[in-house]
């Protein structure tokens, strides 16, 4: 049974910095496209970013230069470093396996809030 477990989520300040992991059991992220999506009330699912199996990565515009993603493939693990976070980062974060995103996991809430 496959797994993807989110952490690291919580309340920041503007300005602040979290950095979200996500555990996969059940399945060998080496061989999968990785991804954080988020979700806030009201609004759509948006894709946060992607890892290839190459290293290569794309970003959401709303994200690009303050959140980077990165993968350790021996730790089965994926990661997004959030910094100069802002209050509408605030939403539910999860990260995804597959290129279609096959995989989900549960998620896990990020508010930023003075």
């Known amino acids: 049974q496959v797994q993807l477990v989110e952490s690291g989520g919580g309340l920041a300040q503007p300005g602040g910095s979290l950095r979200l992991s996500c555990a996969g059991s059940?399945?060998?992220?080496?061989?999968?496209?990785l991804s954080w999506y988020r979700q806030a009330p009201g609004h759509q699912r948006e894709l946060v970013a992607r890892?290839?199996?190459?290293?290569?990565?794309n970003y959401g515009n709303s994200v690009k230069g303050r959140f980077t993603i990165s993968r350790d493939n021996a730790k089965n693990s994926v990661y997004l470093q959030m910094n100069s976070l802002k209050p509408e980062d605030t939403a539910a974060y999860y990260c995804?396996?597959?290129?279609?995103?096959?995989?989900w996991g549960q998620g896990t809430q990020v508010t930023v809030s003075s």
């Open positions: 059940g399945i060998i992220f080496s061989g999968y496209v």
């Open positions: 995804t396996a597959g290129l279609r995103n096959e995989f």
């Open positions: 890892i290839f199996t190459s290293g290569n990565t």
